[in-house]
């Protein structure tokens, strides 16, 4: 359903416009014979990406194609990551698609591909095998530059940090939230402004050029301090017990942590806070299944998938409840459907007033 859906989505979703637009920018690679040919594929930091579509144009392939493809392939990484990770499949598939399935299958393809890999690539980390992990970390770089910064990742999260050390490191990063304490302006003005490499540097300040407003206080900021912290304690309080039930549980409470230090930590800089938080939110696929599986009583078990459904109803609401602001969304438009009935495609439309509500 996951490939079918996102595959063949049809100008629909928030970055269609731009992957469109950079594929047919891209010349086939059959036809490159000159250095500004090659200039002219590698238009993007993301070579990988470059590459694959380059060689889809050259077969004859349209974006819908590109989109299938990725879609396929992310979605069977993803999939047989569950297999390997998850006491409960479809619990994980659920918070799948309430995390994540939107953001990245629905529109940023490139990062979800990316974050496939690295969900498939923490196998490695478990067995301390670092030359796979960085193959697969390189891959997933190549089609988005943010899989780079998982890297070093391999040396942290394979360790079991004591309680005292995790709950020192939820309140520090919760009190830098809570007190609005500014250090990551610093270390980004005076260091990175220098950055030798300039593509990079402004990667790098597009996703960090919003510190002076940075993120807020609202409904949603607290329902979701609400649920970090509430997941945190279920995590530490019962953690002999998932430690038992689940080998990985450690390594996954270490990327929970990652996304709490991402979400309170980096407030600053809510691009590039979100973006690396996407990665982590993989930790939630395995850490609230595995609670299921904990408790013996039916009573227990029905209160924590209670938990687990309100926590994913809350992270896609306005997508299921098609919320104005996720107009780029719905109506859905099945490539398939809309070119055999030849219907008029409202995606353009509705991306100009995505963009102009967001704008508000």
């Known amino acids: 359903?996951?490939?079918?859906?996102?595959?063949?989505?049809?100008?629909?979703?928030?970055?269609?416009?731009?992957?469109?637009s950079m594929f047919e920018d891209t010349p086939p690679i059959n036809e490159i014979s000159d250095p500004l040919g090659r200039?002219?594929?590698?238009?993007?930091?993301?070579?990988?990406?470059?590459?694959?579509?380059?060689v889809v144009k050259?077969?004859?392939?349209?974006?819908?194609?590109?989109?299938?493809?990725?879609?396929?392939?992310?979605?069977?990484?993803?999939?047989?990551?569950?297999?390997?990770?998850?006491?409960?499949?479809?619990?994980?598939?659920?918070?799948?698609?309430?995390?994540?399935?939107?953001?990245?299958?629905?529109?940023?393809?490139?990062?979800?591909?990316?974050?496939?890999i690295f969900?498939?690539?923490?196998?490695?980390?478990?067995?301390?095998?670092?030359?796979?992990?960085?193959?697969?970390?390189?891959?997933?770089?190549?089609?988005?530059w943010s899989a780079y910064l998982l890297i070093p990742l391999y040396f942290l999260i394979s360790k079991r940090f004591s309680n005292l050390v995790l709950t020192c490191i939820f309140l520090i990063s919760l009190s830098i939230f809570m007190l609005k304490i500014g250090w990551l302006q610093f270390v980004f003005v005076h260091i990175f402004s220098g950055f030798s490499n300039e593509f990079i540097a402004s990667k790098i300040f597009t996703y960090t050029d919003t510190y002076e407003s940075g993120r807020g206080f609202s409904a949603n900021t607290i329902a979701s301090i609400i649920f970090y912290v509430s997941t945190f304690i279920l995590c530490l309080y019962y953690r002999l017990n998932l430690e038992g039930k689940n080998k990985y549980f450690n390594m996954f409470l270490n990327i929970y942590m990652c996304q709490v230090v991402s979400y309170?930590?980096?407030?600053?800089?809510?691009?590039?806070?979100?973006?690396?938080?996407?990665?982590?939110?993989?930790?939630?696929?395995?850490?609230?299944?595995?609670?299921?599986?904990?408790?013996?009583?039916?009573?227990?078990?029905?209160?924590?998938?209670?938990?687990?459904?309100?926590?994913a109803f809350f992270s896609c609401k306005p997508y299921v409840l098609n919320e104005q602001v996720t107009i780029a969304y719905h109506p859905y438009q099945n490539f398939i459907i809309y070119n055999l009935f030849d219907l008029k495609s409202t995606g353009a439309e509705r991306l100009d007033e995505h963009a102009r509500i967001h704008e508000e």
Request: charged fraction near 15%; glycine fraction near 6%.
């Open 1 to 20: 359903m996951f490939i079918l859906v996102a595959g063949l989505r049809y100008e629909t979703g928030v970055d269609w416009r731009v992957y469109t």
């Open 39 to 54: 200039v002219l594929i590698f238009s993007s930091i993301d070579y990988g990406y470059c590459i694959f579509i380059s």
């Open 58 to 116: 050259s077969i004859h392939g349209s974006i819908q194609a590109v989109f299938f493809i990725i879609s396929l392939i992310g979605s069977i990484f993803v999939y047989k990551s569950v297999k390997i990770y998850s006491d409960g499949r479809i619990m994980s598939m659920l918070l799948y698609f309430s995390l994540l399935f939107f953001i990245l299958d629905m529109s940023g393809l490139r990062q979800g591909f990316a974050l496939s």
């Open 119 to 144: 969900f498939y690539s923490l196998q490695y980390v478990y067995k301390r095998k670092f030359w796979p992990y960085l193959v697969l970390l390189l891959l997933a770089g190549s089609f988005h």
């Open 264 to 311: 309170f930590a980096l407030y600053e800089f809510i691009e590039m806070a979100d973006r690396l938080r996407l990665y982590f939110l993989i930790a939630n696929l395995i850490l609230l299944p595995s609670m299921v599986f904990v408790f013996i009583s039916l009573k227990e078990r029905v209160l924590i998938y209670t938990y687990l459904i309100a926590f």
